[in-house]
């Protein structure tokens, strides 16, 4: 009877060429992946929209045409002083808490919440109209959902999650990890 040995290793133990082979093996597996984070990503623009209480149509995703369209409102091409003002009335100041300060992540939970709010600030001071500062927003989750994806798939992410798997080894070569 033949018996078989296996050779699992740790991260810190292959050599830089099987550690490369791990690094494609790991790809590998999160190909078959959906974005991280995509679903939290699109709530939290979607939950601006709500507590703002516009209607839109919008499409969002990373590697497309993302796109949003408001419906017509009377403070829609507000710009300067009167759009941050505006801003700050209808959706900070329902925000903030007893210190007067907005809470982070205030919609989801998510980091994005706290980046939407500031984009749109930014824009406005820019000086942008309401308008272009909300539906600008569809790009701008776009590339937050591009960015997540690249990362999830960059060698420093598996460089950070690297100790989190066993490597097995046969005839110096990687030929299967598995998640610890």
Known sequence: M???IRIWCDY????PEQQDQAFALWSEVRQRDDIPWQDET???LRKLLDHIGVKAKWSVGAYTDSWMRLQEYEWQD????????WWEENVLSPL???DGK???CPFTGYYLDDAILTKVGDSLVEGQTLRQSI???AGFVQSALEDEHEWYHSRKAFSEDADDWEYRVE???IVEIERR
């Open 2 to 4: 033949r018996q078989e």
């Open 12 to 15: 810190k133990e292959l050599t």
């Open 96 to 98: 903030r808490g007893p």
């Open 102 to 104: 907005v809470p982070e």
């Open 171 to 173: 005839d110096s070569r």
């Open 42 to 44: 699109i709530e939290s």
């Open 78 to 85: 507000f710009s300067a002083h009167q759009a941050m003002s």
């Open 135 to 137: 539906e600008g927003l």
